[in-house]
């Protein structure tokens, strides 16, 4: 059974930073792209990070510079660290895998920035 499980959520004030963890299981680690994205209410689900297989990366401008994506093989694990949070940035993150059969959620954690 594929899992993806997020954690590291909580408040912090503007300026900032979070690291979000995705452990993963059920899923062969090393051949897969993995995404994260966030949503606020009312709104959709919107891309902030992406890693491919290889390592590569990719960001919208809306956080480009400020979080980086990264992935540990030996603990089948995608981290999104978050550096200089805004109160824009606050939002439910999910980690993501994409597939061609169904894309698989995680369950979500809440970052909330004051400012």
């Known amino acids: 059974q594929v899992r993806l499980v997020e954690s590291g959520g909580g408040v912090v004030q503007a300026g900032e930073s979070l690291r979000l963890s995705c452990k993963t299981s059920?899923?062969?680690?090393?051949?897969?792209?993995m995404r994260w994205y966030r949503q606020t209410t009312g709104n959709q689900r919107e891309l902030v990070a992406q890693?491919?297989?290889?390592?590569?990366?990719a960001y919208p401008d809306s956080v480009k510079g400020r979080f980086s994506v990264s992935r540990d093989y030996s603990r089948n694990t995608v981290y999104l660290q978050m550096n200089g949070l805004q109160p824009e940035d606050t939002a439910v993150y999910y980690c993501?895998?994409?597939?061609?059969?169904?894309?698989?959620w995680g369950q979500g954690t809440q970052v909330t920035v004051s400012s």
């Open positions: 993501n895998l994409p597939r061609d059969a169904g894309d698989i």
């Open positions: 059920g899923i062969n680690f090393r051949i897969v792209t």
């Open positions: 890693i491919t297989s290889a390592g590569s990366t």
